[in-house]
């Protein structure tokens, strides 16, 4: 339908159409040049216009719409006509710094006139959204408009989330639920289970290790029963270290979990369709020295293979500190959260801080579990072994397992009431 030309020399990208009285009007981001920053190539592009009475054939092509100096990379437009007027939302880069969202009006869709008091959304003082907002989406939901961007933490390691901000001050409105935990090492299908109802997962890798726990080993079914698998790390010397920053000792532990693996579930149903992927990563990960970034990369594997799309985030690129309950609340803020979802485990540690959570207007559920039984190589079945176990018994029905496990989630009082 278009293609590139003299106008368009180096791509279009991002676009957005909008049929109205009998035209299709085509906005798009027209890669114009590229500049050698050192050693990086920077591209620049702009917001270009076209027009199409029957949505093939295209004119107008020459039109910049937005775009200049000031504004070297503009891109993602998002439009509206309300009263007569066509409203425009798209991100831009100021150079050599990070992206943000502008605004713009045109009676006849070509001719724009910039209104950056009117975007509606800036920068946070503090949170993800402090640094950098993109990729705006408008909705009209009866009187409310809402904006939903991605808002990316960190430009040089790339780690992206969206984040829903409301145009009129709604943030909140729908609190976004937050789960934070401690990356461990293949976990139970409970952890899986937080991951499924979480807006946010946060891995809480900034804290202090503890060895001989969950977070260096896990356990999987044999023939007589549940068996250990421990990656093997350093703590010689290294007594308080965090666990982002604990190291695998030796990296001959994979393939002996792997060897476990295999003898223990040949037999599975679904082994063949997900072994070799999940050795790959244990090969993948194993022969690096980082235990945090082994733990997170499989669970991040299992959670693509029972199709979660939860927004992970590591609690060390964030900027919360503060011990215990005090951590967890500032990384609620960060991230815009009022719903904090916690394991039972955490129950009487909340309970002592609870009045710090209801300051900060947080509400605290617990998850409720109930173990649920599935399909297993042995005949008894046998609870609390890892994720391992039931992806490679159940496969693509895994995740309607782990979720047949889920009640509903307790508040602190139902607790103290069902405790009694």
């Known amino acids: 339908m278009i293609e590139r030309s003299d106008n368009d020399p180096y791509g279009m990208a991002s676009p957005f159409v909008l049929y109205d009285n009998g035209t299709w009007h085509l906005w798009y981001a027209s890669y114009r040049r590229w500049e050698l920053r050192g050693d990086e190539p920077w591209p620049h592009y ?7 009475t ?12 937005i775009g200049s100096e000031d504004q070297e990379a503009v891109a993602r437009p998002y439009i509206l006509k309300e009263d007569g007027v066509f409203k425009m939302w798209y991100c831009y880069r100021i150079k050599y710094g990070n992206y943000t969202i502008g605004y713009a009006e045109s009676v006849n869709a070509e001719d724009w006139e910039l209104m950056p008091d009117k975007v509606g959304i800036e920068l946070s003082d503090s949170g993800p959204d402090s640094l950098m907002m993109a990729y705006p989406c408008v909705l009209i939901t009866g009187e409310r408009s809402i904006c939903y961007t991605t808002v990316i933490i960190s430009a040089r390691k790339g780690y992206a989330w969206p984040l829903p901000i409301s145009l009129f001050n709604a943030r909140g409105k729908t609190p976004m639920k937050t789960i934070i935990m401690q990356p461990t090492y293949l976990p139970w299908i409970g952890y899986f289970s ?22 260096q080993r896990n356990r999987i079914l044999g023939q007589n029963g549940l ?3 421990t990656v093997p790390v350093l703590i010689k010397g290294r007594f308080g270290q965090l666990i982002r920053d604990v190291e695998i000792s030796s990296n001959e532990f994979y393939t002996k979990h792997i060897k476990q693996i295999q003898q223990n579930y ?15 990563r244990f090969a993948e990960y194993g022969k690096k020295p980082s235990l945090c970034n082994l733990n997170i990369a499989l669970i991040e594997w299992f959670s693509r293979k029972l199709c979660l799309n939860t927004q992970f985030i590591r609690a060390s690129d964030l900027n919360a500190g503060g011990r215990r309950s005090e951590r967890l609340i500032n990384i609620l803020k960060e991230l815009g959260s009022s719903l904090y979802i916690s394991p039972m485990g955490s129950v009487e540690y909340i309970r002592q801080d609870y009045p710090i959570f209801k300051s900060s207007n947080i509400t605290v559920l617990f998850e409720n579990y109930v173990h649920p039984e599935y399909r297993q190589v042995y005949n008894e079945f046998t609870p609390f072994a890892s994720i391992v176990d039931l992806l490679l018994n159940e496969g693509p029905d895994s995740l309607s397992v782990i979720v047949s496990g889920q009640k509903d989630n307790l508040t602190l009082k139902e607790i103290s009431i069902w405790v009694k």
Do not use: M, P, T
């Open 46 to 52: 702009e917001i270009r216009y076209a027009r199409s």
């Open 54 to 65: 029957d949505g093939v054939n295209w004119a107008c092509r020459n039109r910049r719409c």
């Open 227 to 229: 068996e250990w698998i």
């Open 266 to 280: 040949r037999c599975a149903r679904y082994y063949d369709d997900y072994a070799a992927e999940l050795f790959d």
């Open 194 to 215: 937080l991951i499924h109802q979480a807006d946010y997962f946060v891995f809480l890798d900034n804290v202090q290790f503890e060895k001989q726990s969950w977070q």
